[in-house]
């Protein structure tokens, strides 16, 4: 079962707006990923936030992580059309003898109109 | 490096016909997994290997047999391909740290008829 789930499934906006994106999960985690994949291709790391933390940035980037209401959220900032893509969060509950194995929500497809 | 590196690119089975997908990492990672993908949904583990000689069933494992015989290759094999097994099928490699930051391969587009 997805422990990740993403909203919205899709979400279209123009160049330089901000782009946000919610993913919420059911059980409690070690950490909160979020990756992005581009059409045909592999998907690549962006961020990642622990549970003791509550927001961090990368470049463009913004997560937030909200334990108590199992939710976060990414906010891409002044959007490009290479921002183009699907949107992945991915929960590690690190528990032992998982292998850390990570579990993927289905993903928010994100188009940046030009 | 090449990263994580998989062969073949695309594949096309008969029902019943077996085959093998190989993974390769040249960043000397403990952890290596197999996903599959299918349209609309986000990535499903099958297996998995947390060190050389060493697998685990993921979420779905039917179907699917695995092998690591060498750290840097892992190994997912089709005995028997059913179209329920048509899917785009990525292998991940990490660390092991306490981040687990997974590195992908470009995916393996497979369909059986």
């Known amino acids: 079962s997805q422990q990740g789930e993403e909203d919205p499934q899709a979400l279209s906006i123009q160049e330089g707006e901000n782009a946000t994106m919610n993913c919420s999960y059911k059980t409690s985690i070690n950490n909160l990923q979020w990756y992005r994949q581009n059409s045909g291709r592999g998907l690549v790391h962006l961020i990642l936030i622990r549970s003791n933390e509550r927001e961090k940035h990368s470049g463009r980037l913004r997560v937030t992580l909200d334990t108590s209401k199992k939710s976060s959220s990414l906010l891409i900032t002044a959007s490009r059309a290479a921002d183009t893509a699907s949107y992945f969060c991915a929960t590690d509950r690190g528990s032992s003898g998982s292998a850390r194995q990570l579990t993927f929500g289905s993903g928010t497809q994100l188009t940046v109109l030009p | 490096n090449a990263g994580v590196t998989q062969t073949p690119k695309f594949r096309v089975l008969k029902t019943g016909q077996s085959m093998t997908l190989l993974c390769a990492q040249d960043m000397n990672h403990e952890y290596m997994y197999w996903y599959r993908q299918d349209p609309g949904m986000g990535l499903r583990l099958i297996h998995y290997?947390?060190?050389?000689?060493?697998?685990a069933k993921g979420e779905v494992p039917d179907g699917y047999n695995v092998s690591r015989l060498k750290k840097q290759n892992f190994l997912l094999g089709l005995e028997s391909a059913a179209p329920s097994q048509t899917s785009v099928y990525f292998c991940a490699s990490s660390p092991g740290t306490e981040s687990n930051e997974q590195f992908f391969g470009p995916g393996t587009r497979l369909t059986v008829l």
């Open positions: 290997s947390v060190g050389e000689g060493t697998t």
